[in-house]
């Protein structure tokens, strides 16, 4: 885990990275336009499977709950009228009061039951994390890839207002025979190859702006600034190391937490079915009021109460049921002196074969337990491994970045050096072309590599499941 301590000890002695890039961020915001935390929310209130997630996380409380409440006693009001006829006298009895049931002993059945589906809980929230991460990840994606198509397609603009000069000047040279038809055809054909190349992005485009939208679950999405792409900054873009994310990740990672709940879930469920099979007591009781009349007797109510224990053992698939009890009632006026006030009961029951389920059940929880742990440790070696490639990527984006940089101040110079000799009457104009050419082909693989940094830092913020490197920071 990365603690706030760690960083502070970290950040000193970490080498600074500066670029000067055209950046694929939105620098000059303004209420008109959305940022990529606007788009992260939009997706977030569309999206089905956001609603079905919370949906699953309300189910899952609501079955804990009623795992809990079964670990206390079952209480019942009860209401009892009877009326009729014994042969020719009318028959009259009424009856109330409270029955309550008790679990005394269960081996632990229903605190492991309770325990599984506060687990499954557990589960549904953190399945709701990972959805909400997975949908951030795909709204950062595809909002980056707008910006570079944006970006790319400003770059083929300021390329053609250069080329379309060149291009004028060679047709007027053609015209006049000064240049031959093919210098000419060469110059035409590579204006014509940029027109297509921006056409080519603009239908990119349209295309980023469809899966930006489709992602976003919305018709229309808001506009995005295509001002003020150009930014220097200076970032220590990746203040961890490969370690450190390791251990955000094994800590923070949704589905490695999943995967552990799952595999205390399995626990819990297991020692629940094997529970069953340890001796259980429960008690049972009624306190109330109640009386019958006969012909034109007054119906009069006496005391009762009554209170059961029962046994359950299930062993080799049999079932053993034992039940003792006592019941008193208050005599009274209207009871007949032979009725009995005060009563026992035993009943003994034995089921054969009843619980061959059981048996099997157990081995099935055993094995699940089993492919549990099983999903964990795989699961574990995948995220670590995801790690460990976006964190590779993102570092090698970087180093390429970098390059690009170089690359684009030596083609701009070059770019200016040829401007110059052009003007002088020493350059061609398929040269000068050719020049900005190549200037924009560098700027354009920096937009894309700079994409990539963008993807690899969401990549890597999605693999540890913890915001490590906050995106719009990134200016």
């Not at 060469?186 to 485009?205: G, P, Q």
């Not at 079932?319 to 007949?336: A, C, Q, V, W």
Request: charged content about 30%; some cysteine; glycine content about 4%.
């Amino acid at each position: 885990m990365i603690k706030s301590v760690e960083i502070i000890k970290i950040l000193p002695i970490m080498k600074k990275i500066v670029y000067f890039t055209p950046l694929l961020i939105l620098l000059s915001y303004s209420p008109a336009f959305a940022t990529l935390g606007r788009f992260r929310d939009i997706a977030l209130e569309n999206r089905k499977e956001v609603e079905i997630s919370e949906r699953q996380v309300e189910l899952t409380r609501w079955r804990s709950l009623n795992a809990a409440r079964n670990l206390g006693p079952y209480l019942t009001l009860e209401y009892k009228s009877t009326e009729g006829e014994t042969i020719d006298d009318p028959y009259r009895a009424e009856s109330y009061g409270l029955r309550f049931e008790q679990s005394i002993f269960h081996g632990g059945g229903k605190l492991y039951t309770y325990r599984r589906e506060r687990t499954a809980h557990r589960v549904s929230r953190e399945s709701r994390r990972r959805v909400e991460e997975d949908i951030k990840f795909e709204v950062a994606e595809a909002y980056y890839r707008v910006i570079m198509n944006m970006s790319m397609l400003d770059s083929y603009r300021r390329l053609l207002e250069q080329v379309e000069k060149e291009y004028s000047l060679a047709r007027r040279q053609y015209d006049r025979e000064i240049k031959t038809e093919l210098d000419y055809r060469e110059i035409a054909n590579l204006r014509e190859s940029i027109l297509v190349n921006k056409e080519i992005v603009k239908d990119n485009l349209k295309v980023s702006r469809r899966t930006l939208r489709n992602i976003c679950g919305v018709d229309e999405i808001p506009d995005i600034d295509e001002t003020g792409l150009e930014v220097t900054f200076t970032r220590d873009i990746l203040p961890y190391t490969l370690q450190d994310c390791f251990e955000t990740a094994l800590e923070y990672k949704p589905e490695i937490r999943i995967a552990e709940l799952l595999v205390d879930q399995s626990d819990y469920d297991l020692r629940a079915s094997k529970a069953a099979n340890v001796p259980g007591v429960t008690l049972e009781g009624f306190a109330g009021r109640s009386g019958e009349a006969y012909v034109d007797q007054d119906l009069v109510l006496a005391d009762q109460w009554s209170v059961f224990l029962n046994l359950n053992w299930a062993f080799w698939g049999n079932t053993f049921n034992y039940k003792y009890g006592e019941s008193r009632t208050s005599p009274s006026e209207i009871l007949d002196v032979s009725v009995r006030t005060e009563t026992s009961e035993h009943t003994v029951q034995f089921s054969l074969l009843d619980g061959i389920g059981r048996v099997y059940s157990d081995r099935e929880k055993e094995i699940t337990m089993i492919q549990a742990e099983n999903d964990l440790r795989r699961t574990r070696d995948e995220v670590l491994r995801e790690v460990k490639r976006n964190y590779q990527m993102l570092s090698r984006v970087m180093e390429l970045i970098e390059v690009d940089r170089k690359r684009l101040e030596v083609a701009r110079g070059r770019a200016e050096v040829i401007n110059k000799r052009r003007l002088l009457g020493e350059a061609t104009i398929r040269e000068v072309m050719d020049a900005h050419h190549n200037m924009a082909g560098v700027r354009n693989s920096m937009y894309e590599n700079i994409y990539n940094l963008f993807t690899a830092a969401a990549g890597l913020n999605k693999s540890c499941g913890r915001t490590l490197i906050p995106l719009e920071a990134l200016r």
